[in-house]
C-alpha cells in the first residue's frame, strides 16, 4: 500500500489571492453610441373570402403583389422572408349548429434593408396596399460590426486602467493578468414604430404615389463589461 505525498498534491487555487501575490478583481464598462446598419419592417398581409378558395386566391395574389414591390428595391433590401401563414374560418351561430360564415387569411412577411431612404418610400407604398399592416422599423447594428469590437475593447482597457490606479493607490504595480471574464455584450436600442397601421389594413390606394415617410434612424447605444482579476506585486503597506 503506497501512500500519497502530500507534497505532490497542488495546492488549491486560493481567490483571494496571497501576501506574496495578492489579488485585485475589478470590472471594466464601455457605452458607445453608432448610426444603425440595419432597419427591419414586418409586412402582414390579409385577405377575406365566404369561400376557402377564393380567400385562399386572393391572399396568394396580395401576398405575390407585397413580394414584388419589396424585391423592387433590389440592393437596399438585405434579406426578405415568409414567416407564418395562416388561414382560419370564422364560424356564425346558425339555428341550434354553427356554420363558417368567413374565412381569414395572413401572411406574415420580414424585410432587411440597408438603404434607409428606400425605406421610407417602400413603408409609405406597403402601407397603402389593400389590407396590408406595416410593423417597424426596428433598427439595429449587424452581428459583425466594428462597434461591437471597439466596445468590447474599450472595457478591456478601462479594466486595465482602473487596476492601475488601485496599484498606484497601494504603492505598487500589477505582475500579471489571471482572469478575463466577458459578462457579455449587447444592444440596448429599442425599437421604434409608427402608427400608420390600423389605417392601412381598412383602406386601399388613394393616390399613385403616396408621399414618402421621413424616417429618422434612432442611434444604437452599445454596452460592453468584463471583470478582470489581476496579481499585484507585493505593496509595501506602512
Known amino acids: 500500500m503506497t501512500h500519497d505525498d502530500p507534497n ?14 495578492p489579488r485585485l ?17 414586418g409586412i402582414t398581409v390579409s385577405a377575406r ?3 376557402r378558395r377564393t380567400a385562399l386566391d386572393d391572399l396568394t ?3 405575390t403583389t407585397t413580394l414584388d414591390l419589396v424585391k423592387s428595391y433590389g440592393e437596399a433590401v438585405e434579406k426578405l422572408e415568409t414567416g407564418a401563414f395562416s388561414l382560419t374560418p370564422e ?8 356554420r363558417i360564415r368567413t374565412y381569414h387569411g395572413r401572411v406574415h412577411i420580414t424585410a432587411h434593408l440597408t438603404d434607409f431612404t428606400a425605406l421610407g418610400e417602400l413603408t409609405t407604398r406597403l402601407a397603402d396596399l389593400d389590407l396590408t399592416r406595416v410593423d417597424g422599423p426596428l433598427w439595429s447594428l449587424r452581428p459583425t460590426s466594428p462597434v461591437h469590437a471597439a466596445a468590447r475593447q ?6 486595465v486602467q482602473r487596476a492601475r490606479e488601485y496599484a ?4 505598487t504595480t500589477l505582475a500579471a493578468l489571471v482572469e478575463l471574464a466577458d459578462t457579455g455584450a449587447e444592444d440596448t436600442h429599442r425599437p421604434m414604430s409608427y402608427g400608420m397601421s390600423r389605417a392601412a389594413m381598412v383602406r386601399g390606394a388613394v393616390d399613385d404615389t403616396p408621399p414618402a415617410l421621413d424616417l429618422e434612424p434612432e442611434r444604437q447605444h452599445i454596452h460592453a463589461a468584463v471583470n478582470a482579476r489581476f496579481t499585484l506585486h507585493p505593496p509595501h503597506l506602512q
Do not use: C, M
Not at 505532490?8 to 501575490?21: F, I, K, Q, R
Not at 364560424?91 to 354553427?98: L, M, N, P, V
Not at 474599450?154 to 479594466?159: I, S, T
Open 8 to 21: 505532490d498534491t497542488p495546492n488549491p487555487s486560493v481567490p483571494y489571492g496571497t501576501p506574496e501575490a
Open 49 to 51: 373570402g365566404t369561400d
Open 25 to 41: 478583481a475589478v470590472r471594466g464598462e464601455a457605452h458607445l453610441e453608432a448610426e444603425p446598419e440595419l432597419a427591419r419592417i
Open 168 to 171: 498606484e493607490a497601494l504603492g
Open 61 to 63: 395574389r396580395r401576398n
Open 91 to 98: 364560424f356564425t351561430k346558425h339555428g341550434r349548429g354553427e
Open 154 to 159: 474599450q472595457a478591456v482597457r478601462e479594466a
